[in-house]
């Protein structure tokens, strides 16, 4: 049985995926790297792992899993199956190229936006010709509501309530929330508008950890799969065993 261990370090989360080629045995998410040493032990006997990382967390776990497995990371060489044409392909997140590469399984020869709201609101766009283009970043809820309080004077820190859904803030708090919460929102909607004015048939899908909030808050039709980057890394692994066998 080929066992295949991903992992996903984003800023804020640790994601992994243990996949039967593939066929999807579990996923998870850590809050540290010491939650995953505990849980690594745990898992059957490994074929390969995949590891891809905005963050230098995963160096603290990379030596555990070579000794558990062959372990490779995500690179700007990493082959892979659609066309990278991002003209800054060293500076790329490598999680964002597999999210795209798991929309790209999904929605072959489709145009596809992967929104990935999480640290960061990141919209990662494949044209029909399968090929990644590119697409944009801006700040994530929790970034939006630090940044206002650090760069002003008066402003507090407030703290996510993904209960709060009013347009109208009644206090400074609730208009911090509504700025930062529906003003995402209304961001992504617009975009999603506007990559429809341009590419014709779009497929959207929506991941991050905000993804269910916004979710709620969004009228466009999109899916929401919350695993998509885990189940695009794996998609890459395979592609690359593939290519060697």
Do not use: W
């Not at 905005?54 to 603290?60: A, I, K, N, R, S």
């Not at 999904?106 to 596809?112: A, F, G, K, M």
């Not at 929104?115 to 939006?144: E, H, W």
Request: net charge positive; with cysteine; charged share 15%.
């Amino acid at each position: 049985m080929a066992m295949n261990l991903v992992l996903d370090f984003g800023n804020t989360r640790i994601k992994l995926g243990l996949f039967n080629k593939d066929s999807l045995i579990q996923s998870k998410c850590y809050n540290s790297v010491n939650e995953l040493l505990t849980d690594l032990k745990l898992f059957p006997k490994l074929t390969h792992c995949f590891i891809c990382s905005v963050t230098p967390q995963h160096e603290l776990v990379l030596e555990q899993l070579k000794k558990l497995a062959n372990t490779s990371l995500f690179s700007a060489q990493t082959n892979l199956p659609i066309q990278n044409c991002y003209k800054s392909n060293l500076t790329l997140g490598s999680d964002r190229i597999a999210a795209s590469v798991g929309s790209f399984c999904l929605y072959p020869n489709q145009n596809v936006l992967t929104i990935d709201a999480g640290t960061c609101i990141k919209y990662n766009f494949v044209n029909s010709q399968n090929q990644f283009l590119g697409g944009a970043i801006s700040p994530g809820i929790a970034m939006r509501l630090k940044s206002m309080q650090e760069n002003t004077a008066a402003l507090p820190l407030v703290k996510i309530d993904l209960n709060y859904n009013q347009l109208v803030g009644e206090n400074t708090n609730q208009s911090l929330l509504s700025g930062s919460l529906i003003g995402s929102a209304c961001e992504i909607e617009q975009m999603i508008a506007r990559y429809k004015l341009n590419y014709e048939n779009l497929q959207v899908v929506l991941t991050g950890g905000d993804a269910d909030y916004l979710s709620k808050q969004l009228k466009n039709r999109f899916f929401t799969n919350p695993i998509i980057i885990i189940q695009g890394l794996n998609n890459i692994l395979t592609y690359n065993i593939e290519k060697q066998n």
